[in-house]
C-alpha cells in the first residue's frame, strides 16, 4: 500500500485525536455554562469516531495540505456543534463567534468577496424571521438563536448556492427525524434540536465544495 492510499487513514487518525479534544472541550465548556457534561456511549465516542470518519473521507480528494487543514477545522466546528446541541439543547457564543469569525476572513478571498458576507447576514436573517414567526405562532421556542448564528456561519462558510443546499439537507434531514420521532412515541408532543441537522448538511456541502478544488 502507497503512501497516497496511507494518507485518508491517517488522517482518520488524527481526525479522532482531534475529536476527543472536541469532547473534552465540550465537556469544560458545558461546566462553564453551568450544565453537567452525560457520560453516555453516543456522547463520549460519537465526536472522535465522527471526526475520524469525517477526516478519512475529506482526505481522499486530491487538494493542498493547507486546503484540508482549514476545512478540518470546520469540521470539528460543525462536529461540536451536532453533540452539544444533542446533549445540551444548546449552541455556544464561544463556539460560534471564533468560528464566524475565521469563516469571515476565509470568505473573503472567494469571489466575489462580498458573497460569503451577503450570504451569512441573509441566512441569519431568514432564521430570526422562521425564530421569531415561530415563537409567535406556537408559544414556544420553535428555533433557538443558536440555530439563528449557526446559519449565519453556515453563510459566511459555505456562499450563496452550497448554502441553500446545506440548509436544504438540514431540513430534510430533521423532517424525516421529526417523523420518525412522531411514529416512535406516537404522539405530536416533543421536539428536536434543530443544530444537529442544520450542520450535517453544512458537512455534506463542505466536503462537496471541497471536491471542486
Not at 434531514?173 to 444537529?196: C, D, N, T
Amino acid at each position: 500500500m502507497n503512501g497516497v492510499s496511507l494518507f485518508p487513514l491517517l488522517w482518520a487518525v488524527v481526525g479522532a485525536a482531534a475529536g476527543w479534544l472536541v469532547r473534552w472541550g465540550s465537556v469544560r465548556l458545558a461546566r462553564l455554562e453551568g450544565l453537567e457534561p452525560g457520560s453516555k456511549r453516543w456522547q463520549v465516542l460519537g465526536p472522535p469516531i465522527l471526526c475520524a470518519i469525517v477526516f478519512g473521507v475529506f482526505a481522499t480528494e486530491p487538494v493542498s495540505f493547507q486546503y484540508l487543514a482549514l476545512l478540518s477545522v470546520f469540521v470539528l466546528v460543525l462536529v461540536q456543534v451536532i453533540f452539544f446541541d444533542m446533549e445540551h439543547r444548546l449552541i455556544l457564543d464561544r463556539v460560534m463567534f471564533p468560528a464566524m469569525a475565521l469563516a469571515l476572513i476565509v470568505s473573503l478571498f472567494h469571489q466575489p468577496w462580498w458573497a460569503g458576507i451577503a450570504t451569512g447576514l441573509a441566512a441569519g436573517l431568514l432564521f430570526l424571521l422562521l425564530a421569531l414567526v415561530g415563537s409567535a405562532i406556537f408559544k414556544a421556542e420553535a428555533l433557538g438563536f443558536g440555530d439563528v448564528k449557526l446559519a449565519l456561519f453556515m453563510g459566511l462558510l459555505l456562499g450563496p448556492l452550497p448554502t441553500i443546499t446545506a440548509l436544504f439537507y438540514g431540513v430534510f434531514l430533521a423532517g424525516v427525524v421529526s417523523v420518525g420521532y412522531i411514529i416512535w412515541h406516537r404522539s405530536l408532543k416533543g421536539s428536536i434540536a434543530y443544530g444537529p441537522y442544520l450542520a450535517a448538511g453544512a458537512l455534506i456541502v463542505l466536503y462537496q465544495v471541497g471536491r471542486g478544488q
